[in-house]
């Protein structure tokens, strides 16, 4: 059994929802893609050194990870839930800007995204649900790799908007999953019942230890919107900033996450 699987039951997420929702997204990307001007994709974002276009040219790389790994072989066995991917995805940075970089040396950057869209489409037309393909963190089902997908296009969507100023929309679908996910690793991270997450409309999970809580309102508990938490479990910004803006509520002497969070670089 994978080894997050080990700690809590594992959400079930639709296959064929999933898809839809990486499909929808990435269709929101590339409206929003297509109507930037060459100063817009020389601007800086939030990611390190990586300028606009390179964010895109990540976007394509992410999602064309679907495509490229079912080319493979399928492997003989699953390894790995989307809940492992997060912990894998920072010791292999060197090699995902190498990659990234490559992708955004194209002019076209409206064509690679095309391309990659034609690429998932027709790549996931042809695989159910529950066939084993590579990823980072080890073999998985498709389906939990669709997931991850959601996480990549919705958080890299809060980010191309951040650095072009522009409204950007978002699949439902895409951002529930991608916070459904974070939350649930959260809880795998910091195992407990003391303190509950509240992300509505989409989330509440449990975590900390120490007493747990059963019935009436809860003694520790922390809530926040969808973007903001995507934001925390990320590392786009901090508790302490956060907290400032009131964009989260933290009530009970458990219910300081600051320690907790990221759960993913």
């Known amino acids: 059994m994978p080894p997050a699987a080990r ?5 079930q997420y639709d296959a064929e929802r999933t898809r839809a929702a990486v499909a929808a997204q990435l ?24 300028t606009v276009r390179e964010l895109v040219a990540h976007i394509a790389l992410a999602v064309g990870s679907v495509d490229r790994g079912l080319r493979l072989p399928a492997p003989p066995q ?16 060197a090699g995902i800007d190498a990659g990234t970089r490559a992708l955004a040396a194209e002019d076209d950057l409206g064509a690679l995204l095309a391309r990659t869209a034609e690429a998932f489409d027709r790549a996931v037309a042809a695989h159910p649900g529950d066939r084993p393909v590579a990823a980072r963190p080890g073999a998985m089902r498709l389906g939990d790799h669709l997931v991850t997908r959601c996480v990549e296009l919705v958080v890299h969507t809060d980010d191309l908007a951040a650095a072009t100023g522009r409204e950007i929309r978002y699949d439902r679908q895409a951002l529930a999953t991608a916070t459904r996910l974070l939350a649930d690793v959260l809880a795998v991270r910091a195992p407990g019942g003391s303190v509950e997450v509240r992300v509505p409309p989409f989330a509440v999970v449990q975590c900390v230890e120490g007493p747990r809580h059963t019935r009436g309102t809860p003694p520790n508990v922390v809530e926040t919107d969808p973007l903001t938490w995507l934001r925390l479990a990320t590392g786009r ?5 956060e907290l400032a803006a009131a964009h ?6 458990r219910a300081d996450l600051g320690d907790l969070l990221p759960v993913m670089r």
Do not use: F, I, M, Y
Request: proline share 7%.
């Open 248 to 253: 989260l509520s933290a009530s009970g002497d």
């Open 27 to 50: 269709a929101h990307v590339r409206d929003a893609v297509q109507e930037l001007t060459p100063e817009q994709l020389a601007l800086p974002t939030r990611l390190a050194d990586w």
């Open 78 to 93: 699953v390894e790995a839930t989307a809940l492992d991917w997060p912990a894998a995805t920072a010791p292999l940075a």
């Open 7 to 11: 700690k809590q039951r594992v959400r």
């Open 237 to 241: 910004t901090s508790w302490a900033e």
